[in-house]
């Protein structure tokens, strides 16, 4: 591959996908280097899918070794034994994704992703990170917005029945389809520090519940020092507790974040694999649209509950930091 034209393998190889969404966005993926950080099952979803479709390169980072919670989401995690022993998470996952697409190449970082600096995030086009502190969110966030180069930034978490993905892409020009042709048309996207720092007050009422839960949990978590999805229910009376002050601080009615929510968030702190597939579909989707610049990108927040089966898609952005 030279960067500029398919080879005749690739062609053959995606040739139902370019006929669905072009040549010109199958060169873009086929170029594009993604970085994706915690191999949990809605990642191992989204991997699966953006490998298929034929991205460039995808380099894994996850030193952990496996659990039982990884065993029971990820389905890239081979079931014996004598394989796991002794590799990580995103090695194992590694050797599983190579077998999908033979095509991409797929590699293994280790280290611990916030001790890295800006020049390093600078080699890929996507950073895709999840099971991350709220710190770490902001911290990688901020990284890919200092290079020169626009880094598309999604985060992504699970929990139980629930999901959410966040999503910058900075300054983004992309083409949409009209009846007469394309226009070109131009987003701007705040910040994951400027999105969640938007008065709740100044929220529509018919804001994602799941918005304020999963805002909640975050700073849980943060504030006992807890790693994301070490919680349980001997936490939820704290939870409670400091729901009833960011509401306060906030000056918002309790009633946006239903105890019930909560409860289901703090219970089921692992992942619900037919939830993964749906989060990591739609993370698989959008990231594919952000590469090849073709459709409607999401703006900026995506909920999904299983309990009603919705997915609900969320600009929260401050109107005064946009231009």
């Known amino acids: 591959m030279n960067g500029e034209e398919l080879t005749e393998q690739e062609t053959a190889l995606y040739d139902?996908?370019?006929?669905?969404?072009?040549?010109?966005?199958?060169?873009?993926?086929?170029?594009?280097h993604i970085l994706v950080y915690g191999m949990k099952g809605t990642i191992a979803e989204f991997c699966k899918n953006i490998v298929l479709a034929g991205v460039g390169s995808l380099t894994l980072?996850?030193?952990?070794?496996?659990?039982?919670?990884?065993?029971?989401?990820?389905?890239?995690?081979?079931?014996?034994?004598?394989?796991?022993?002794?590799?990580?998470?995103?090695?194992?996952?590694?050797?599983?994704?190579?077998?999908?697409?033979?095509?991409?190449?797929?590699?293994?970082?280790?280290?611990?992703?916030?001790?890295?600096?800006?020049?390093?995030?600078?080699?890929?086009?996507?950073?895709?990170?999840?099971?991350?502190?709220?710190a770490t969110k902001k911290l990688i966030n901020a990284k890919c917005r200092k290079l020169s180069k626009r880094v598309s930034f999604y985060a992504v978490d699970c929990r139980d029945c629930c999901g959410e993905i966040f999503v910058d892409l900075q300054k983004y020009n992309y083409a949409k389809k009209k009846t007469d042709g394309a226009a070109e048309c131009e987003l701007q996207y705040p910040s994951f520090q400027e999105a969640i720092s938007v008065p709740w007050r100044s929220l529509p009422r018919k804001v994602s519940k799941l918005y304020f839960?999963?805002?909640?949990?975050?700073?849980?978590?943060?504030?006992?020092?807890?790693?994301?999805?070490?919680i349980c229910i001997e936490d939820l009376p704290a939870v409670l507790k400091l729901k009833k002050e960011l509401c306060e601080a906030q000056s918002v009615n309790e009633s946006h974040i239903p105890d019930t929510l909560l409860e289901r968030l703090v219970m089921g702190a692992k992942e619900f694999p037919p939830v993964c597939a749906i989060i990591g579909g739609t993370l698989g989707q959008e990231v594919i649209k952000a590469i090849s610049s073709k459709g409607d990108p999401l703006k900026n927040f995506f909920f999904f509950d299983a309990t009603d089966g919705k997915g609900i898609i969320e600009d929260i952005s401050n109107p005064n930091l946009e231009s």
Do not use: Y
């Open 61 to 134: 980072v996850d030193d952990r070794a496996v659990s039982e919670e990884a065993l029971s989401a990820n389905f890239l995690i081979p079931p014996d034994e004598s394989v796991c022993s002794g590799k990580t998470l995103a090695e194992l996952c590694c050797d599983s994704l190579r077998e999908f697409n033979p095509m991409v190449r797929v590699s293994v970082e280790k280290g611990d992703l916030a001790s890295l600096g800006a020049e390093f995030f600078d080699k890929f086009d996507v950073v895709v990170i999840s099971c991350c502190s709220l």
């Open 213 to 230: 839960a999963m805002r909640v949990i975050e700073r849980f978590e943060e504030a006992e020092g807890r790693k994301p999805g070490e």
């Open 16 to 32: 139902r996908q370019i006929r669905v969404w072009g040549a010109d966005a199958q060169r873009r993926l086929s170029k594009s």
